[in-house]
């Protein structure tokens, strides 16, 4: 047990010190050390990269450098993140923003031979590899290599009581089915199988891989808000090209509703419509938010052990027992919300799946 205790204070701390100590050392150029300022280290972890951090040894910082693509003034640029030495340099004419603003962390064009942002030539188009679009790779990756083994188990093991990866993720595949697509779709369920099981575990892989400390894993893909607006536009799409005339018809023109609430002004209508364009904007934020907010928390809690020791070496000392204790309690709540939040996003698309192709019975509506 105290082995077990000692490997999960150590995943803890090597997930966050490499930031905290980014964070700390940022005033390399500047000739002193900053202050440590939370907010910052915080931001900077959750935001996406154009690098692959490891570790800072010092002012030293090792990472692995991503492809960078810009489109520029009809011109295609491509090369390492490297070029940039960590934000520190310009290259082609672009630099990475480091200035507080809306631009921070993202590529913009400087005015030749300064470091000053060019504001007026604004920016290009970026389609650069970043970190979270690796992680999307990664968990893709995964995702195929998982269930590819699990299909030929199927096949050797046909008739045969499941086992290894098998047995771990067959209880999770019957569930999807027997307890949120059957019940919230009805008898069309079959053909919502695919995208509902991708979805889940797309997600709870992502999520789980995004708790592990070291290279591939540390990704805050599903904290991405891009990323989970793509993800509910396909719960969005597939809801709007599979939902029947029953439907569209309760959109545009409810029946039972009295005529003065759809003419002159469509006002039941337009509700209607909202409520279809918010459905998929729920399940973006929902995801987004819970998974940030689980990051956030626990860079919250160890950037306390540093607050504390700006005002007293000891004062610091004493904080970090208490801030590891629940950084450690958070990180291991958050593999509960990696299943969590896949089972949601699954269980919601579902029932927009049910709503979209329900059968609805107009008998005696004239009532």
């Known amino acids: 047990m105290k082995k077990f205790y000692l490997i999960i204070f150590l995943w803890v701390f090597s997930l966050q010190m490499p930031n905290v100590a980014l964070a700390v050392g940022s005033g390399e150029n500047s000739g002193h050390e900053e202050d440590f300022n939370a907010g910052v280290m915080i931001i900077d972890h959750i935001v996406d990269s154009y690098e692959w951090h490891i570790a800072s040894i010092g002012h030293t910082h090792i990472s692995i450098p991503l492809p960078v693509i810009l489109l520029d003034e009809g011109k295609l640029h491509v090369f390492l993140s490297s070029k940039f030495h960590h934000g520190h340099d310009a290259y082609k004419g672009f630099k990475i923003e480091t200035a507080q603003g809306t631009n921070r962390g993202k590529i913009v064009k400087v005015v030749p031979e300064t470091m000053e942002t060019d504001h007026e030539a604004g920016k290009p188009v970026d389609l650069s590899i970043t970190k979270n679009v690796v992680g999307v790779f990664v968990s893709f990756t995964v995702l195929l290599l998982v269930f590819f083994s699990v299909a030929r188990a199927y096949k050797r093991n046909a008739g045969h009581a499941p086992k290894g990866l098998q047995s771990v993720l067959e209880p999770l595949i019957l569930f999807i089915r027997d307890e949120i697509a059957k019940p919230s779709i009805g008898k069309h369920y079959e053909r919502f199988m695919p995208f509902l099981l991708t979805m889940f575990f797309f997600i709870f892989f992502t999520n789980l891989i995004g708790l592990i400390p070291i290279f591939p894993g540390g990704a805050n893909v599903t904290g991405n808000i ?142």
Do not use: C, D
């Open 226 to 367: 891009g990323v989970t607006m793509v993800l509910a536009l396909f719960t969005f799409f597939m809801t709007s090209f599979s939902a029947n005339k029953s439907y569209w018809l309760h959109i545009f023109n409810t029946p039972g509703v009295p005529w003065w609430l759809k003419f002159p002004v469509p006002l039941f209508p337009i509700i209607e419509i909202t409520g279809a364009v918010v459905k998929p904007f729920v399940l973006m934020i929902r995801l987004f938010a819970n998974i940030t907010a689980g990051h956030i928390i626990v860079l919250g809690f160890i950037s306390l052990i540093f607050v504390f020791a700006k005002i007293s070496p000891g004062l610091g000392y004493g904080v970090s027992v208490v801030s590891v204790f629940f950084a450690i309690f958070i990180s291991l709540l958050e593999l509960l919300v990696a299943f969590i939040q896949a089972y949601v996003f699954t269980l919601l698309s579902a029932l927009y799946f049910g709503m979209a192709t329900e059968e609805h019975a107009h008998a005696g509506e004239h009532h």
